[in-house]
């Protein structure tokens, strides 16, 4: 019964671009653990909101009387992922992660990741997948786990194409404007 609920949450908007049906799930703040595998079936998805509705980086949500508590708790995408051929944007953000699946790279018309506020994922360690997607534009990596020097290996293996939003100030000016 718990899964028919979520799966009911799903919402998703469609329009015709370039002769092609554009559709977007958003599943923000929906306490999921994972995925739904409903989520698979739609061939043509081109976005998939899987964040937070709202962002809150001070104080910490911890520290907020019930803040985090419709939040999603995602661990670890599934290798399917690469199944979302079609896929234009992943918003990921304020979820657990700790690495992202080999099958990212598969994913050839990403242009939008959002994985700001993963604080335990290491984006350094996961640059050779983040290189193999060929039309990334906008990378968000505020508040994972990274320092200085991280940053800097980022900038320089990533390069100019793509724009890095590593600042409080710069995420929020971005956040909902996709």
Known sequence: MKY???V????????EKNSRIETKIDLSSRKLNSIPDSVFEYKNLTELE???????FYPPLSALSGGDKDRNRIVELPERISELKYLKVLTLNSNELKSLPNSLSNLQNLEILDLALNKNLNVVAEIPKLKSLPKLK??????TKLDKNDLEIIKKSLGTKIKLIYSV???MESYGNE
């Open 8 to 15: 009911s949450l799903i919402l998703f908007s469609c329009s």
């Open 138 to 143: 906008v990378l968000k990596i505020v508040d």
């Open 50 to 56: 899987l964040g937070a509705k709202e962002v809150i």
């Open 4 to 6: 028919y609920l979520i």
């Open 169 to 171: 100030s710069d995420y």
